[in-house]
């Protein structure tokens, strides 16, 4: 394959960061994300928090879905289990440090990651989609009970806390913002060094033929629960920040349809890549935002047409997926690929 | 005792709508090795367009008035005689509706197997020899669409619909308990089970049961002997969306007309998978496993816990058995 770089040595095959476009362009993004919260109002922060929420997630389905090809249907319930950690946590604790609640989020969820992925060593596929798919009505159906009210407020769902970090409430949607985005770049940061490791490169194998991973000397039994117990780790961090970032959290929100968007992100960006589900993720979360807009202005605002709002809304989504299944399968990081290629060969492209 | 046999009597009545429901999802994977993750939401649109035969159409101006309620003079003089409530009564008004029923049942029939057909051909024949992944997927995808649609076209929610048969209630005594049973839900439970076993002969005995039995065999081989594959999937689409249409009129009868019919076709895909995907046999036998423990749960536990357990079931069947009751076991080629 040409791709226009020289490389004399292995590390430099493996650096993360190896070439100045890409260099330039982390550099950038990093400035991009430290400035915004100064020029952009409320309303743009608040739907920046929520994707950089719902990057944590997706990223931690990928490590599941994309690298190591099990399916889920029901990462929302570990969304769940992080939010409602870190509200029973503040039950019992209301001074605890926000990172501190973090790892306990993180470490509840990983430890129901490791319980649902019990499954996945006797079926996967569909099979696996429906088991992960029943675990997520179970644990919402748990969370909705009475006898859990105290610490989840049960049906009618509960305030959450806000993070105090030395003293300093965050209550603004900047303070917020630049609570999240460090943490997601670190998370970030991780899966994607995660799969550079002997371990990530395990889950690859077990993706492309788990019995030939497993004759290589891979035990599928820890490998799989680990990497269901890691992309749970991360939808508990997701699920924390979540219940901070919002003034209160419902069952509901943690459903199927939460389950779902997670996948479609995933899909739209492309699976097995680190950028994948950041570019899935910005797209799906602004898709509804700009049919608002687009909505407004056509409707001028009109209450009988807001009602046709939200099915339209779901129209687009289910479009967006098939779409992308069926002409774009790779996602939108394959777009990627082929800009940079191209940007790469010049002018020697076609 | 009394408690117990009114409860397995509602169970069994429920489990035969699970069967219908689920029919049509193994029919669609035995044909296609598609699991219809939508399935729940063509039944939706079975409901919808039963009530838009069934109620709207006939409410409109241009109908003549017997479609709305027929009224033969032999009926009203049937009528005259029969007291209020009673049986009698029932089949009356009942018959008095025939028209519309028959005419919302043809029109969900039609509707959605024209549905199904352009599902087949814009969604599913695209993708045709894709990953599972893909294909569960675009089936989820197909869940927002056609949540949204129903959304956008119909905004009734909570409609009556007539029922397909006479509804008059049933008592009787046995174990020295008083029971009783809508004898609309009788009717249901046997419409469920005759569409059932119409198919199995239809499956066993025609031409184009062979040919679908075939081609859920070995695609390449039935491709071979001269069997239109992609024809079969048409079919299979066909069974699925049909039956779909008459088990959503009986869900839109038995619950009213509501979006959350979509959803109980998710728990439909987890009795499916308990008994085994491609196994008409084991759908059957979940179905009524499913629905007679759904009610007990309901009878013991109440109805909340009643909605859980498809799902908490399916986990258990799938650890233990990972291919359902009577699934056949995939044998995988290295």
Redesign the interface.
């Given at each position: 394959m040409i791709t226009g770089h020289y490389k004399t040595r292995y590390t430099a095959d493996e650096g993360i960061w190896s070439t100045w476009p890409k260099q330039a362009g982390l550099v950038a993004a990093l400035v991009a994300l430290a400035v915004l919260p100064l020029i952009a109002n409320n309303y743009v922060l608040l739907l920046a928090g929520q994707i950089a929420i719902f990057i944590i997630a997706v990223v931690g389905l990928n490590v599941l879905v994309g690298y190591t090809g099990l399916m889920s249907l029901g990462h929302g319930a570990f969304f769940a289990i992080g939010a409602y950690t870190t509200v029973a946590v503040h039950h019992e604790f209301p001074n605890t440090f926000p990172l501190i609640t973090l790892l306990i989020s993180i470490a509840v969820a990983a430890a129901f990651g490791v319980l649902f992925g019990l499954p996945s060593l006797r079926v996967k596929g569909l099979y696996l989609a429906v088991a992960t798919l029943s675990a997520n009505f179970i644990v919402l159906f748990l969370i909705r009970q009475e006898w859990l009210a105290e610490w989840t407020g049960g049906v009618s769902g509960t305030e959450t806390p806000n993070a105090v970090l030395f003293g300093y409430e965050l209550r603004s949607q900047r303070a917020q913002y630049y609570f999240i985005v460090p943490i997601m770049l670190i998370m970030l940061l991780f899966a994607q060094n995660l799969f550079r490791t002997r371990f990530g490169r395990a889950l690859i194998a077990i993706r492309d033929k788990d019995y030939s991973a497993e004759i290589l000397g891979i035990s599928l039994y820890s490998h799989k629960l680990k990497s269901f117990a890691i992309s749970a780790a991360y939808c508990g961090a997701a699920g924390c920040l979540w219940a901070y970032f919002f003034p209160a959290i419902l069952p509901e929100d943690f459903g199927l349809n939460m389950s779902i968007t997670l996948v479609v992100c995933l899909v739209a960006g492309g699976m097995g890549r680190t950028l994948g589900p950041v570019f899935g993720t910005v797209l799906i979360l602004l898709v509804p935002e700009i049919l608002k807009i687009v909505f407004a202005n056509v409707t001028d605002g009109d209450a009988n047409a807001q009602m046709l709002f939200s099915p339209m809304r779901d129209i687009a989504f289910g479009v967006l997926i098939i779409g992308f299944l069926i002409f774009e399968p790779m996602g939108l990081v394959s777009i990627w690929d082929r800009f940079w290629r191209f940007v790469d060969r010049w002018p020697f492209s076609k | 005792m009394g408690q117990f046999v009114q409860y397995l009597i509602n169970g069994v009545i429920s489990g035969g709508i699970l069967a219908l429901i689920a029919l049509g999802i193994v029919s669609v994977f035995k044909a296609t090795k598609v699991?219809n993750f939508a399935h729940g939401h063509l039944i939706l649109f079975g409901a919808y367009f039963y009530f838009t035969f069934a109620v709207m159409l006939p409410e409109a101006a241009f109908m003549p008035d017997w479609v709305r309620s027929w009224e033969p003079e032999w009926l009203v003089a049937y009528r005259a005689d029969a007291p209020s409530f009673s049986p009698k009564a029932a089949i009356a008004s009942w018959i008095s509706d025939v028209p519309r029923i028959l005419l919302g049942l043809a029109g969900a029939l039609a509707a959605n197997a024209l549905l199904a057909l352009l599902i087949e051909r814009l969604?599913m024949r695209?993708?045709l020899g894709?990953s599972?992944?893909?294909m569960?997927?675009?089936t989820?995808?197909?869940?927002?669409?056609?949540?949204?649609?129903?959304?956008?076209i119909w905004?009734a929610e909570a409609e009556q619909v007539p029922s397909l048969g006479p509804n008059f209630p049933i008592r009787f005594e046995l174990f020295g308990a008083n029971l009783f049973l809508f004898s609309g839900s009788l009717f249901n439970l046997l419409i469920a089970l005759a569409l059932f076993a119409a198919l199995m002969l239809v499956l066993r005995y025609t031409r184009s049961g062979v040919a679908i039995r075939a081609t859920a065999e070995d695609q390449s081989t039935a491709y071979a002997m001269g069997i239109n594959v992609p024809r079969v999937f048409s079919s299979a689409w066909l069974i699925a969306s049909t039956t779909g249409a008459v088990a959503g009129a009986i869900l839109a009868t038995r619950t009213g007309l509501s979006p959350a019919i979509g959803?109980f076709g998710?728990s439909v895909?987890?009795v499916v998978?308990m008994g085994g995907?491609d196994s008409f046999a084991g759908v059957l036998l979940a179905s009524m496993l499913i629905g007679v423990l759904q009610a007990m749960t309901q009878w013991k536990l109440g109805g909340?816990y009643a909605?859980?357990v498809?799902?908490?079931a399916?986990?258990i069947v799938?650890?233990i058995r990972?291919h359902g009751f009577l699934g056949q076991e995939e044998i995988?080629r290295?």
């Open positions: - | 699991v969604v695209p993708l894709q599972t992944f893909a569960i997927l675009s989820v995808g197909l869940i927002w669409v056609l949540e949204g649609s129903a959304g956008l905004t959803l998710l895909l987890a998978l995907l909340e909605e859980i498809p799902y908490v399916v986990l799938i650890l990972p995988e290295i």
